[in-house]
């Protein structure tokens, strides 16, 4: 399946996840070493589950990865890494149950996998497990989040979330500039004589996946343009913004329409260009970053920005990372997507090692100690990312 295919968002819940470097190390010992020179090899492997917490299962548990190295594929650095939970006390117990469970002196610490590559490859793995004082700058969070806070017509909303996401405050404005265009962007498309006017009437749940297909279409746009955002920290790009947007991207994907082709449809039938989004944009937001960055993509490719928007495989995730993105969900009558907080600084990973440093073992999850410490994580997050 290519790494694009994308599908309408299904019914679900928004869920939280980490991942934690700096755990030890991780080695393999294979039965034919032959496939690591498979041309798929890295990707595959880098996100295998090698060594599991006795716990894992959907919505629980942790495991390890292996991190890039000189001898990737036989021993690594190890990466902790949680299955997506749910955001409720107890869940959120679980989480951080597994992940000082795991770090214990009872941890799990082999495993076996399986990879099919001309007749099955066996590795064993073994965890050379380090155990960390506590969790600190090296954890990130991955987190579904409400498109009716993170594109909301309230600008003071939007910029909460994004704060809660992204540490930098240069990252911020550019991210907060990115939103603010895609609002603008999809409010002219239902302007009359507009490229989408004959649509205006979808239900609001369609509008937020308007929304962000356009918020995700400008930061692709906006990452062409390197010299303009500057360095990621870690010279990645997916570290540009700071924080990586992982959800799908296309009209069917963010569930505007059943169709990826209505804007171009609509831009023909109603002689609408890109030149028309631009100049509103520039009407609202004026001649910034972000708007020059839309201009000169304009230029670039020959008017194609109506063609790119509602387009699959323009997240980060895969456009960058070119890796498979992540299903955007509809829950309690709102569209909700994925985000990866990677900064140190970003509040999101800042109350995370909070609650996950309050007690560094496994307590009772009828514990009133470790739940209270739970709803207070779940306090500091829900309202700004829009969780119920």
């Known amino acids: 399946m290519p790494i694009d295919s994308e599908a309408a968002p299904l019914a679900g819940h928004p869920l939280i996840g980490i991942e934690v470097e700096g755990v030890g190390s991780v080695s393999s010992r294979w039965n034919n070493e032959d496939i690591i020179q498979a041309a798929n090899f890295h990707d595959v492997f880098k996100r295998t589950p ?11 548990g942790v495991y390890i990865t ?5 001898n990737f594929g036989k021993s690594s650095p190890a990466e902790l890494v949680s299955k997506p939970h749910r955001i409720d006390d107890l869940n959120l117990l679980r ?23 001309g007749g099955n490859r066996t590795t064993e793995n073994r965890w050379g497990k380090f155990r960390p004082s506590s969790i600190g700058g090296s954890l990130q969070t991955t987190v579904g989040i409400g498109v009716h806070r993170l594109l909301s017509n309230n600008a003071n909303r939007r910029e909460n979330c994004i704060k ?17 265009a895609a609002v603008t962007a999809q409010q002219e498309l239902f302007a009359a004589g507009a490229a989408l006017w004959h649509h205006r009437n979808i239900p609001q749940i369609q509008i937020e996946g308007l929304r962000l297909s356009l918020f995700l279409a400008f930061i692709n746009v906006a990452l062409t343009q390197s010299n303009r955002l500057g360095g990621g920290g870690s010279g990645w790009a997916k570290d540009a913004l700071g924080a990586n947007f992982k959800g799908f991207s296309s009209f069917i994907g963010t569930g505007t329409n ?7 449809l609509g831009a023909r039938a109603m002689t609408y260009n ?3 989004l631009l100049a509103r944009i520039r009407a609202v937001r004026g001649n910034g970053t972000i708007t020059q960055a839309i201009n000169d993509h304009v230029n670039d490719t020959n008017n194609q920005l ?5 387009q699959r495989g323009l997240s980060i995730q895969t456009a960058v990372e070119q890796w498979n993105a992540i299903a955007n969900i509809t829950h309690n009558g709102h569209l909700y997507t994925v985000v990866e907080c990677r900064e140190k600084t970003s509040k999101v990973n800042i109350n995370m090692c909070t609650f996950l440093n309050a007690e560094k073992k496994d307590v009772s999850e009828t514990s009133r100690s ?19």
């Open 50 to 60: 090698l060594v599991r917490s006795r716990s894992f299962a959907n919505f629980r």
């Open 66 to 70: 292996p991190e890039d190295s000189d």
């Open 95 to 117: 989480l951080r149950n597994s992940v000082w469970k795991a770090l214990g002196p009872r941890g799990v610490r082999t495993g076996q996998n399986t990879f099919n590559y």
């Open 164 to 180: 809660m996401l992204v540490g930098d405050r240069r990252k911020q404005r550019i991210v907060i500039a990115l939103a603010e």
């Open 258 to 264: 059943n169709s990826n082709g209505i804007l171009k």
């Open 274 to 276: 890109d030149s028309d």
């Open 306 to 310: 109506l063609s790119l928007i509602g």
């Open 370 to 388: 470790g739940l209270s410490h739970a709803r207070t994580f779940r306090t500091s997050i829900r309202n700004h990312l829009g969780h119920p």
